[in-house]
């Protein structure tokens, strides 16, 4: 559907359409613009607390926010890990103020999960089956199975890292290739069998698929499922590095290519960044000694706008993978131009692509392995209707808010009645096509 014109009250969506009458103060982005809604990254790990030295929330949200990304979901593998009420509220007071985006944050399932008195206050469930940054490890199924019919039985989703531990090797590694070796696909798949076995149509999202037989598996069980822009893009052979060391691992150009045409095809649900920083220092040591993980919330949307522009794939994919299907899933009231929504907007200047320089570039762990790539950057970008970027600069302040902070739910912020005409605070205009749904 195309809209005109968006009004805003209170920090909601209240009407879009041709005209929307009323409102104290109004943007014209004139007719070169493309509205969207604003992204929501559901993978993130801001390492906020415990390993603030890589990233906090306040640099994190911020590198989201110059992406058009407007709500992060965080991941529970910090220092303590989230896996109960009294480090989840921890973790709650340590952020809050903090954030530039909305957010939310995960905890993690455990055999001693009281999934229910944490489902109020989180937008999800996070199992690691298999061993990486942290150590929240769950991959007996003697004790999985019932701790995730535990979590689903709350009415959450439960976000996988799956690979299937007990096909993980620990051999010393020089390299990507070497580390691709240690974890090989069939760990991926078996754990996606072992979750397909038990939970069958179940509220289920696989993060980070590698392969495209583990992407087939996981859709013919029901499951969501997460593509990372590294995964498609990089291969052992030409990215050997330590800074390419991620986990699940980069695959082979040949697996990397065949999961790159389903993207284009759009057979993923959401992008999930799994942007996972550490500094240059601990990327800078030996393969073995570095740790797995690379930033990616700054860089991913833009990059996929840039396909956008170029026509590899249509801007409804786009924003059905980056705003409309993790909100579906996690229950956001984000992600449409629609009456009742958040009003977070990313406004894009679809002319205009650059290559992205690494020294322009917010997170705290001080690189990207995306240089050079082109990316569309939003021009401006609104979180509950206010302006945090503007012209590409930020211009905002730390609005972001827990989406499970108040009163234990998911934060909904008072909504005027779009028949009041005093109710519209912004009408911002939309070029033809600017708004899909």
């Known amino acids: 559907m195309q809209y005109t014109e968006i009004g805003i009250a209170e920090g909601k969506i209240v009407a879009a359409g041709r005209m929307v009458r009323g409102g104290d103060e109004r943007i014209d982005l004139g007719s070169s613009m493309t509205i969207l809604p604003g992204f929501t990254d559901p993978h993130v790990h801001l390492r906020d607390p415990g390993m603030t030295q890589k990233e906090d929330f306040s640099t994190g949200t911020l590198a989201a926010v110059h992406a058009g990304v407007t709500c992060v979901l965080d991941m529970p593998n910090t220092k303590p890990p989230v896996s109960d009420y009294d480090t989840l509220m921890a973790k709650k007071r340590a952020v809050k103020g903090r954030a530039h985006t909305d957010y939310g944050l995960f905890a993690a399932v455990t055999p001693s999960l009281n999934a229910g008195m944490l489902a109020p206050l989180v937008p999800g469930f996070k199992?690691?089956?298999?061993?990486?940054?942290?150590?929240?490890?769950?991959?007996?199924?003697?004790?999985?199975?019932?701790?995730?019919?535990?979590?689903?039985?709350?009415?959450?989703?439960?976000?996988?890292?799956?690979?299937?531990?007990?096909?993980?090797?620990?051999?010393?590694?020089?390299?990507?290739?070497?580390?691709?070796?240690?974890?090989?696909?069939?760990?991926?798949?078996?754990?996606?069998?072992?979750?397909a076995s038990n939970f069958k149509g179940q509220r289920i999202n696989i993060c980070h698929i590698t392969t495209p037989e583990g992407l087939d598996m996981a859709k013919a069980a029901g499951f969501t499922v997460e593509t990372t822009l590294h995964h498609i893009t990089f291969d052992v052979d030409r990215n050997p590095g330590a800074f390419y060391k991620v986990n699940p691992p980069i695959r082979n150009a040949e697996c990397r290519d065949a999961l790159h045409r389903r993207f284009l095809a759009g057979d993923m649900d959401m992008i999930g960044t799994d942007h996972a920083p550490h500094t240059e220092d601990e990327k800078c040591q030996d393969f073995d000694s570095a740790p797995g993980g690379m930033p990616g919330v700054e860089t991913s949307m833009p990059i996929v706008m840039d396909m956008v522009r170029r026509e590899l794939i249509p801007l409804s994919q786009a924003v059905r993978m980056g705003a409309e299907a993790p909100c579906d899933a996690f229950s956001i009231p984000k992600g449409r131009i629609a009456a009742g929504m958040d009003a977070d907007l990313a406004i894009f200047d679809m002319r205009m692509s650059a290559p992205i320089d690494p020294k322009r570039m917010h997170s705290k762990c001080g690189h990207t392995e995306y240089g050079g790539f082109p990316a569309v950057f939003p021009r401006q970008v609104l979180v509950k209707g206010e302006v945090q970027i503007d012209g590409g600069e930020f211009c905002g302040e730390a609005l972001g808010r827990d989406i499970c902070g108040l009163r234990g739910g998911l934060f909904r912020s008072h909504r005027q009645e779009s028949g009041m005409p005093g109710a519209v605070r912004h009408v911002l205009p939309l070029p033809a096509g600017g708004a899909p749904r």
């Open 127 to 195: 199992l690691f089956m298999g061993s990486t940054t942290g150590n929240i490890l769950l991959n007996d199924d003697a004790e999985l199975v019932p701790a995730v019919r535990a979590a689903l039985a709350t009415g959450k989703r439960v976000s996988v890292h799956a690979e299937d531990d007990s096909l993980i090797r620990r051999e010393p590694a020089k390299c990507t290739r070497d580390h691709l070796r240690n974890r090989p696909a069939e760990a991926e798949l078996n754990a996606i069998r072992r979750l």
